[in-house]
């Protein structure tokens, strides 16, 4: 049975509201029978906890505690009325409370158990009654068999794509009580339950715990457990969704890095690490879930991705798309009469600055990338973009950057993916504006100008690839005009976890001589590998530059 979120925290951490298991009964050694007296005394049995057999208003018997914890106990109950075993959560707030402070905060669980009751959801453990004993509302919930997220944890971390799985089933479960404005503020493994059947459940909405306004100032503790507290209700500050959703980024991160990121050997501490800490960055779950964990732990809580982003990372890594079949594997080098220009420092626009290394050893190249449908998918948006001239097709969960307005070299704007994985970029060289005459004389020859600068210094503005393997394919049109596709494959330069990468160029000059590069940039190898190529070749198939 479950224990309903049995906490793992040691004395040191009293603001903990978590259940814990009920403290064992010392074992009774059972008495030897005297030889000359068959009749003796048998063992006594052990007294049953204190309460055990109380019939709750008028229906549900108790049989034996759950767990306990600082704001309640849960109970293993018969509901007598449709012969069924329930929890049964027993209020408890802080002693020292004074009376009407005590009573203010049993009408608040009151209402929040109520307006939990009406959540329907499968990740969210079913609230049936409210009993109301003696003013408290004791808070009569289904018994979930399983065992909570924190026990399976200490046996080991979880891969991404199954703590992906649990995190969509916790956002689903905040969704719904968001949507019905209840914030949960206890977000933890010790509260997330694993079902049978592979169903997760998230327990404790609120039902049991003091509104935000109750903070440390004015009672000693917080409800909740500090390693998991949003920094701004750590201030004193309104909780909001989004302190929900911070929670559930420190879950995610300790269930594949093994670790809170936060916890420390004392709740002051634990709290200062809230605040001021930046935790180390997961490693253990590379990639998406990496970096939605990272962007969820922002400090300022407008930073953070909402739930819909939340959700659209989650499910990239927990249903990865499949693999596409390898195609046709062509080799394209570099012509050694088709440069004619010289080599040089330049600007890359629409990339990222991304420090890379050594460059890998092939590229396939597949396909050919002009030959794109113009049929935009459904999710996929077209913006026009006045700073870049032209309108770009981009799906539609991608993120905008700010144009830049002021730079000598030209314009461009980037839109990227939540998972961080692929962006698109696009950046224009106005004929006007080209003080240091980079525009060369067509789209291949900047193609060419591109390749020879990198493969022969490796350094750029914003540190491109040293030596990268590229191939290329000169000889596409654009509204009947010549354009050019390069691919640039290289690994980062992470020295423990170096990860290959894949840019996708195309080139594409004006008749008034302006030049625009479009770029994709994705993952070289994996699940987004795919993807990736298919959201270069929609993009390059669907851009519309203003003037031809």
Do not use: C
Not at 136 to 141: A, F, K, N, R, T
Not at 160 to 187: F, P, S, T, Y
Not at 302 to 313: C, G, H, L, T, Y
């Amino acid at each position: 049975m479950s224990s309903h979120g049995g906490a793992r925290h040691g004395a040191d951490e009293p603001t903990s509201f978590a259940l814990q298991p009920p403290n064992p009964r010392l074992a009774v050694p059972t008495p030897v029978p005297h030889p000359d007296n068959p009749y003796a005394a048998a063992a006594p049995a052990p007294s049953p906890e204190p309460g055990t057999g109380r019939l709750i208003a008028g229906r549900y018997r108790l049989l034996g505690k759950l767990g306990h914890g600082g704001m309640g106990t849960v109970w293993r109950a018969k509901d007598e009325t449709v012969d069924r075993e329930v929890a049964v959560k027993e209020p408890r707030v802080p002693d020292h409370l004074p009376e009407r402070e005590r009573a203010n905060a049993f009408e608040r669980m009151r209402r929040e158990a109520r307006a939990a009751a009406r959540l329907d959801h499968p990740a969210v453990v079913n609230v049936h009654d409210v009993a109301v004993v003696d003013g408290q509302p004791w808070i009569v919930m289904e018994l979930v068999t399983g065992r909570s997220l924190g026990d399976a944890l200490q046996e080991g971390t979880l891969d991404a794509r199954d703590a992906a799985r649990i995190g969509l089933q916790v956002l689903g479960a905040l969704e719904a009580a968001h949507a019905a404005g209840v914030l949960h503020r206890d977000v933890k493994p010790d509260n997330v339950l694993l079902g049978r059947h592979d169903r997760v459940v998230l327990t404790d909405f609120g039902i049991a715990q003091i509104e935000g306004e109750t903070n440390l100032t004015d009672t000693g503790g917080f409800v909740g457990s500090p390693e998991y507290i949003a920094p701004e209700r750590v201030l004193g500050q309104r909780p909001g969704p989004a302190s929900d959703l911070w929670s559930l980024g420190v879950v995610l991160y300790a269930a594949t890095e093994g670790v809170s990121p936060f916890r420390r050997s004392n709740t002051p501490a634990t709290l200062q690490s809230v605040l001021n800490s930046a935790p180390a960055p997961p490693t253990s779950a590379p990639g998406p879930l990496a970096d939605l964990i990272t962007a969820l732990l922002a400090k300022d809580a407008a930073s953070r991705p909402n739930a819909a982003q939340v959700r659209a990372a989650l499910e990239s890594v927990a249903n990865p798309p499949a693999p596409v079949p390898t195609q046709e594997v062509r080799y394209v080098e570099r012509p050694s009469a088709a440069r004619g220009v010289r080599p040089g420092r330049k600007t890359w626009f629409g990339l990222g600055a991304v420090v890379v290394a050594a460059a890998v050893a092939a590229y396939l190249l597949i396909g050919n990338p002009f030959a794109g449908s113009r049929t935009l998918p459904s999710d996929w948006r077209k913006h026009h973009v006045q700073d870049v001239a032209a309108t770009l097709a981009i799906p539609a969960k991608y993120q905008p950057g700010l144009p830049d307005r002021r730079t000598d070299k030209g314009h461009w704007i980037t839109y990227t993916d939540w998972s961080g994985s692929i962006s698109v970029g696009l950046a224009l060289v106005k004929k006007s504006e080209d003080t240091l005459d980079e525009i060369k004389d067509s789209a291949a020859a900047q193609m060419y100008d591109d390749n020879g600068d990198f493969k022969q210094s490796g350094s750029s503005s914003l540190d491109m690839p040293e030596n990268p393997k590229t191939a290329t394919e000169p000889t596409g049109t654009y509204r009947g005009r010549p354009a050019a596709m390069n691919t640039i494959v290289y690994d980062t330069d992470d020295s423990q976890y170096p990860r290959p990468r894949e840019v996708q160029i195309f080139y594409y000059k004006t008749t008034s001589g302006d030049m625009y590069r479009l770029t994709i940039s994705y993952p070289g190898d994996g699940d987004f590998t795919a993807r990736g190529r298919e959201v270069a070749k929609t993009a390059i198939a669907n851009l519309d530059v203003d003037k031809s």
